[in-house]
């Protein structure tokens, strides 16, 4: 079993959907918790990170973090086809040294 | 203030010759990964460098990579010799330190050097 499991997609959605992506985990020790963005051809970029429990809103961006699932959601709103892109979630263990742990990412593509 | 660096962007090899990569990281920044991303997967670390010290190469193939990263600031990596199943991404990424209670220390990533052995 992978650390992190993330659906690939293609996920398409319409121009002013709701998107909402998700990952799940199974180390315990994770209490950071991440989602990149990355275009095509381009290093990750930071969207949002999370310490521990709880929701972080940034603009159309909303990132729920649930321990005690052990499952992570970012949620767009209005979404726009600027948001294309694959959208990576990561996690970092507390335990021993910080390790960066990366989901596959989603391929989101929102149409206009 | 500018990003991580990183060259060459592309690079074409055949399966048992040797390859380098070079980073830059932004300026100051004491933490540098070398990350590789196969298409269709999420960055995997291959190596971890605080200032000029190696961290975390649990993940590095020691047979046939190594980095360094002389003096803390560039660093290298090198494959040799390259097989087949190296042809991905490879990515650089730098943050001021590493992640300490609820300090996250952002990582910054490079654009990449697209390996493609044939």
């Known amino acids: 079993q992978k650390e992190v499991e993330q659906d690939p997609g293609p996920l398409s959605v319409p121009e002013g959907a709701i998107v909402s992506l998700n990952c799940t985990y199974s180390n315990s020790a994770f209490q950071y918790f991440m989602w990149y963005r990355q275009y095509s051809r381009k290093g990750p970029e930071l969207l949002m990170y999370t310490y521990s429990s709880g929701n972080k809103e940034d603009g159309r961006f909303t990132a729920q973090v649930d321990k005690s699932s052990k499952y992570i959601s970012l949620f767009i709103r209005d979404s726009q086809p600027s948001d294309s892109a694959t959208y990576l979630c990561a996690m970092i263990s507390t335990s021993g040294t910080y390790k960066y742990i990366f989901g596959t990412g989603t391929r989101l593509k929102v149409l206009a | 203030e500018a990003g991580v660096a990183q060259s060459p962007r592309y690079k074409i090899i055949e399966k048992r010759q040797s390859v380098a990569f070079w980073c830059n990281p932004i300026s100051g920044h004491a933490t540098l990964y070398w990350y590789q991303q196969i298409l269709g997967q999420g960055p995997k670390l291959l190596i971890q460098?605080?200032?000029?010290?190696?961290?975390?190469d649990s993940q590095l193939p020691k047979d046939r990579f190594s980095a360094e990263r002389l003096k803390g600031v560039d660093s290298t990596l090198k494959i040799q010799p390259a097989k087949l199943e190296d042809s991905a991404v490879y990515l650089c990424a730098s943050s001021p330190a590493v992640p300490s209670g609820r300090t996250h220390n952002e990582q910054f990533f490079g654009p990449g050097t697209r390996l493609t052995v044939l």
């Open positions: 460098f605080q200032n000029n010290g190696v961290v975390d």
